[in-house]
DNA sequence: TCTGGGGTCCTAGGACCC
DNA sequence: TCTGGGGTCCTAGGACCC
């Protein structure tokens, strides 16, 4: 914990959400809900007029069309979403040098090396301030909220006390006052397995929390968790804000509409999977040596199994050879919903090919996978109609693609349907770029 | 037909080495 | 021939985060 207030907090606002109602005017102060559109999907982002239907992130799809069925269901545009999170981190990056992002939406600003004249609560709170208007500017009306206090964990606290399109500055001194009264759960790491154990502990709030022994909370929670929560009941937390995290593992995975029992599938699966793993790693000059699959049976028993090779790889088809054999060795009998691949162990650098054997070249991967649709319409996906102009697709099925056409520049214009094979219509940013 | 996808970190047991 | 401890690597599973 410093003296000052000078960690800083970001978290932008609902922001998948946010950015679509940015894009398509007309759902703008309608209920906007991000993910959940597949058969067994989940909600990413409700927008906060959603949120007033009870709707939240990581409740199912079908969950959330119970409760607010009249919402906006779009399957997410993650170019767009990575293309405005640059901004604001370009932003952040311009107040200070030290920004540690922690997701597209969420960032830590280190306020000491930011050049301020002090680091005053109301110079801070100055700052803040004008950071917030600043990301509302470049992201084209997007809100932020902020948190700014002497640590990283309380300046993650006070980012949530005031959402949306807020801020909170914890003054230096006043960390215990704040934080007594609050719930276990709102400190980052207590999830709802170490909340109910705290509960049977009898120990529900910060203040209840705070009185328990160092030994006892470690022989309840294990050495980590136990001294680490016995430190952030105490408000004590030293972690830097850090500008560079190093990648511990790279990995792809599916959930499917429907059980897997086909083992040949399986393993066309995976190896697609792999081929993907392995291309990400190339392209970001990676490289490993440990291949984890991971199984979600039907009943939702997830099984994993991995292998460490004797030197690294970013090879597809050396990923996928050993993700098939791993597969080999469970029973998958009652079906699978869903399979992953990934590789962890990473070195930056590829062992060189000692042997001069191409890699890629194999022939016993080839397995066929069924044909996926001639086209993939998403609901929320960017088009152009060669005469109607750009648009984004409201909904799709049945053969049929329905498009509103709008843009953020323009005003919302008609609702039209087209079958999905109309070769008028184009998908402005393709499917392997999302 | 409850329960995504991309990650991180921790624990615990066994193998193996010194 | 017996006893013991520490360190590291590997594997499987689980909690958690956004």
Redesign the pocket.
Known sequence: MRATASVLHVDLDAFFAAVEQRDKPSLRGKPVIV?GT?????V?TASYEARRYGVG??M???EARARCPHAAFLSGRFHAYRETSGRVMQVLRELSPLVEP?????AFVDLATAGLPDLEVATVTEAGARLRARIHEVTGGLTATVGIASSKFLA?VASELDKPDGMTVVPPGTELDLLRPMKVSV?????????ERLRRAGIHTIAELERVEEDELVGLL????GHGLWQLARARDDRPVLAE???????????Y??DLTDRRLMEGLLTRQAREVGA?MRKNGHSG??V?IKVRLH??T???????LSSPTDDGATIARVARTLLG?LDTTGGV??L?V?V??LADWVQEDLFGDAPGEEEDDEVVLPEPPRRAWPPGADVVHDEMGAGWVWGSGSGVVTVRFETAHTPPGPVRSFRMDDPALHRVVPPSED
């Not at 922690?102 to 969420?106: F, P, R």
């Not at 997830?302 to 460490?308: E, P």
């Open positions: 993910g597949g058969g067994r999907g989940v990413a992130s990581a199912s799809g079908r922690l997701s597209l939406d969420e993650k400190i980052p790491g207590v999830g709802p397995a170490t909340a294990g050495k980590a968790q995290r190093e990648t511990k593992s790279i990995s792809s995975e599916g959930t509409d429907s990400r040596r440990t984890t009943d939702f997830t099984l994993s199994r991995s292998s460490t060795d919903r869903l992953g990934g962890s162990g």
